[in-house]
């Protein structure tokens, strides 16, 4: 079964700059799994920030920004807010069916 | 504007089987390329993508509980099924629906939580 894997947990300082990252079992990670990356706040559903590796929504914030990273999916925050403290989740394409990663939970302290 | 609003029961016995239905406006599923799916998430737990129907009626499942799975459309009543049965405790979840086209699972629901339990 596929696994996609993500940091547990991530601290970052207010101001400063975090990278996430999303790796697959199954090899490296390309644009062909069309990584699609979200944010979810307690009680919330999520909101998705990335898609297809880089691409941000209109409501997505300058600071958000997806790339690929060393065989990874990557989540890069730059200039982090304190209300950018959540859980993030990666989601990646395989074939026929779509599979998230575990969560990052990211704190701003 | 798109929106999506998951319902169904609240409580769910085991071995039963659960139907939980989202309904939609702001989009057409009669359109090409788009797409509806179901997401749910354990208590604390992590995201789990469960199904994708597409406009076309072209399905995908997960392999996990692909065989309790099936979706289904309604597309003149803008809503999409999600049926899953023979259900366990361990599909105590919040399940959501989500609009995907071609930026990603875009628009989600709220989320309803359904217990299973005795």
């Given at each position: 079964q596929t696994v996609v894997t993500q940091e547990p947990s991530l601290t970052v300082s207010p101001g400063g700059t975090v990278t996430l990252t999303c790796a697959s079992s199954t090899g490296a990670v390309t644009s062909g799994y069309y990584p699609n990356w979200f944010q979810q706040k307690p009680g919330q559903a999520p909101r998705t920030l990335i898609y297809d590796t880089s691409d941000k929504h209109?409501?997505?914030?300058?600071r958000f920004s997806g790339s690929l990273l060393g065989g990874k999916a990557a989540l890069t925050l730059s200039g982090?807010?304190?209300?950018?403290?959540a859980e993030y989740y990666c989601l990646l394409y395989y074939d026929d069916a779509w599979v998230f990663g575990g969560g990052t939970k990211l704190t701003v302290l | 504007q798109i929106t999506l609003k998951e319902s169904g029961p609240t409580l769910v016995k085991p071995t039963q089987t659960l139907t939980l239905t989202c309904t939609f406006s702001?989009?057409?599923?009669?359109?090409?390329g788009v797409g509806v799916g179901w997401i749910r998430q354990p208590p604390g737990k992590a995201l789990e993508w469960l199904a994708l129907i597409y406009w076309d009626d072209d399905k995908r499942y997960s392999p996990s509980p692909k065989s309790r799975l099936t979706i289904t459309k309604d597309t003149s009543k803008n809503q999409v099924v999600l049926t899953m049965t023979?259900?366990?405790?361990?599909?105590?979840a919040t399940y959501y629906c989500a609009h995907r086209a071609e930026a990603g699972f875009d628009y989600w629901g709220q989320g309803t939580l359904v217990t299973v339990s005795s």
């Open positions: 209109s409501w997505t914030p300058a982090v807010q304190p209300e950018d403290e | 702001g989009f057409s599923l009669s359109s090409s023979n259900v366990d405790p361990v599909d105590t």
